[in-house]
């Protein structure tokens, strides 16, 4: 990832699939972050074994208790990022914690709606509020004009499932809550927000969800780390998959 200089980046999720390959691709990258914040809900749980076997050999691996749908939570990471960093800033935030629940129209629920709407839409607006300050402070430090993903950017990790337009695999699975949580998602973020670029990013099928074979975790964190690369902030709200091409709203 020649395009990509990072000082530090936070990543929500962590402990498993996409949010654990984005953490593993960027200890592998010619240069590593200095800081690469580890976010997930329970740092010391099975389900984080791996992340702290990671932890444990990079020193530069912090992991950072976080569940994005607590705001006090959400607080509390970002002071505990904002010290480590001290006067430097955050230059990366990937949203990529998310649930999802199998419901269908027949079956959807309004409790089921809430709670996902609470992870997969209000966790990351809630996110950005409360690094953008750091981000701010990342891009004011940073030399040269304009904004990229190695400077001041917040990225959300999405599915074309949140594609309004293509409805891909409604046949297969309608996951209905899920599908409307990342149109939310992907509206609140379309719009510059003040000293960081933000945009969404479909990580592609990594589960036997469509009929063509899936993506794998590591063929789609590669391949988004990539599209990453190019980015810059006339990229701003844009909605790419992870070979950088456009889902249409």
Avoid at 37 to 66: M, T, V, Y
Avoid at 123 to 133: E, I, K, R, S, V
Avoid at 208 to 232: E, I
């Amino acid at each position: 990832m020649a395009g990509l200089h990072i000082r530090s980046l936070l990543v929500t999720g962590a402990n498993r699939g996409i949010g654990l390959g984005l953490v593993q691709h960027f200890l592998r990258m010619p240069n590593p972050p200095q800081w690469i914040f580890a976010g997930c809900r329970d740092p010391k749980g099975q389900r984080a074994q791996e992340l702290q076997n990671l932890a444990s050999k990079h020193p530069n691996i912090i992991i950072i208790p976080l569940e994005v749908s607590d705001p006090a939570s959400i607080k509390a990471a970002a002071a505990k990022v904002g010290e480590r960093l001290g006067g430097s800033g955050l230059n990366l935030l990937i949203n990529n914690a998310g649930i999802v629940k199998l419901n269908t129209l027949d079956t959807e629920t309004s409790e089921d709606m809430r709670e996902i709407y609470t992870t997969n839409t209000i966790g990351p607006l809630l996110m950005g509020q409360a690094f953008l300050p750091l981000l701010k402070k990342a891009a004011q430090g940073s030399p040269g004009s304009g904004l990229s993903c190695s400077k001041a950017a917040i990225v959300n990790i999405s599915s074309i499932a949140g594609s309004i337009a293509s409805a891909f695999g409604w046949e297969l699975m309608q996951v209905t809550s899920y599908r409307c949580s990342k149109v939310l998602s992907q509206f609140c973020f379309s719009c510059p927000a003040a000293g960081a670029f933000c945009q969404a990013l479909g990580m592609g099928c990594i589960s036997p969800c469509a009929p063509q074979p899936p993506v794998t975790v590591d063929d789609s964190v590669q391949g988004m780390l990539k599209v990453l690369s190019s980015l810059s902030e006339k990229d701003t709200g844009a909605f790419l998959d992870w070979e950088g091409n456009v889902i249409p709203w």
